[in-house]
Nanobody, 126 residues
Framework: QVQLVESGGGLVQAGGSLRLSCAAS????????MGWFRQGPGKEREFVAA????????HYADSVNGRFTISRDNAKNTVSLQMNSLKSEDTAVYYC???????????????????WGQGTQVTVSP
C-alpha cells in the first residue's frame, strides 16, 4: 500500500509562489493517477489538480487553472504542485492523494482516491 508525505507548505504573501511536493513509498508509484486537494477553514475538501499515471494529462480546478501546475516524476516517486500568483483564498491544508488505477468515478472528486497524505498547511497573507 502506498504511503504519501507532503512537504513545502508555509506562509507566503499574496502574489507569491510555493512548491508543494509529495513523496510516495510502498507501492508502484507509476501505477497511480495522482491528485492534490485542499481544505480551507470551515470548508469541505475540494479538488485542486490531478495528473494521469504517465503525467501526460493534467486536470485543474477552475479556481487555480493558469496559476498552478501539477507534475510528477515517476523515477523519483514524487508529484509536485507549483503554485504561483497565490491569493488569500488559496489558504488551506493541501493533501496529496493516490488513486487506484481502474477506479470508477471521476478523478476530480475526493472519493475517487484511496490513499492520502497527512497534509501540509499553506497560508497566504493579504
Amino acid at each position: 500500500q502506498v504511503q504519501l508525505v507532503e512537504s513545502g507548505g508555509g506562509l507566503v504573501q499574496a502574489g507569491g509562489s510555493l512548491r508543494l511536493s509529495c513523496a510516495a513509498s510502498g507501492g508502484i508509484f507509476s501505477s497511480y493517477p495522482m491528485g492534490w486537494f485542499r481544505q480551507g477553514p470551515g470548508k469541505e475538501r475540494e479538488f485542486v489538480a490531478a495528473i494521469t499515471r504517465r503525467g501526460t494529462t493534467p486536470h485543474y480546478a477552475d479556481s487555480v487553472n493558469g496559476r498552478f501546475t501539477i507534475s510528477r516524476d515517476n523515477a523519483k516517486n514524487t508529484v509536485s504542485l507549483q503554485m504561483n500568483s497565490l491569493k488569500s483564498e488559496d489558504t488551506a491544508v493541501y493533501y496529496c492523494a493516490a488513486r487506484e488505477y481502474g477506479s470508477s468515478g471521476s478523478m476530480l472528486i475526493a472519493s475517487g482516491y484511496a490513499h492520502w497524505g497527512q497534509g501540509t498547511q499553506v497560508t497566504v497573507s493579504p
